[in-house]
T-cell receptor, first 114, second 116 residues
């Protein structure tokens, strides 16, 4: 058990809809990361937060947004969903957002867009 | 920009045989390197990491990896594979694109199958 909790585990929704994925980091970890895993793209970094502030942005679509709250949990919002957004979304956390910190991953949320 | 290449998409080995999974990275500075394993339906679990110092690093579950700067490689090895090692393995390199920012770039993964 990594200590990172993601909810829900599975999500099935229709195109055009909006969903929210939730992540609770390991106790003591200040940095949260979101990744998207799909068969064709592999693991793609989306965004990093550190202690409530956005620190790094990767291949995150404008239809997607995220935030980290004062209690350090994070939410990833996906809107105007398309079939291609179907993927496994991982949250990870680390003690600090500095070099060398290993990331600890949750078990992911599997999103299916129909 | 940093990148990671795992040349082998799928490898099959017999139980008890040795294993080597290849990883090549591209990064301008001294790299922080990681190997993760993902079992079906699970998240990624850290196997080992390299920051500096000894180029041969030991990890969990009997895995080790060797950093070779001249070859930009960080290959994962295990002397004797167990059936429970069947999973997908990901190599990753860390980068610090800006102040306080940090991200891991992953390879596409190598799926390991183990024959009893």
């Amino acid at each position: 058990d990594s200590g990172v909790t993601q909810t829900p585990k599975h999500l099935i929704t229709a195109t055009g809809q909006r969903v929210t994925l939730r992540c609770s980091p390991r106790s003591g970890d200040l940095s949260v990361y979101w990744y998207q895993q799909s068969l064709d793209q592999g693991l793609q970094f989306l965004i990093q937060y550190y202690n409530g502030e956005e620190r790094a942005k990767g291949n995150i679509l404008e239809r997607f947004s995220a935030q980290q709250f004062p209690d350090l949990h994070s939410e990833l919002n996906l809107s105007s969903l398309e079939l291609g957004d179907s993927a496994l979304y991982f949250c990870a956390s680390s003690v600090a957002g500095v070099g060398g910190s290993p990331l600890h991953f949750g078990n992911g949320t599997r999103l299916t867009v129909t | 920009a940093q990148s990671v290449t795992q040349p082998d998409i799928h490898i099959t080995v017999s139980e008890g045989a040795s294993l080597e999974l290849r990883c090549n990275y591209s990064y301008g500075a001294t790299p922080y390197l990681f190997w993760y394993v993902q079992s079906p339906g699970q998240g990624l679990q850290l196997l080992l990491k390299y920051f500096s110092g000894d180029t041969l690093v030991q990890g969990i579950k009997g895995f080790e990896a060797e950093f070779k700067r001249s070859q930009s490689s960080f290959n994962l090895r295990k002397p004797s594979v167990h059936w429970s090692d069947a999973a997908e393995y990901f190599c990753a390199v860390a980068s610090l694109p800006g102040a306080g920012s940090y991200q891991l770039t992953f390879g596409k993964g190598t799926k390991l199958s183990v024959i009893p």
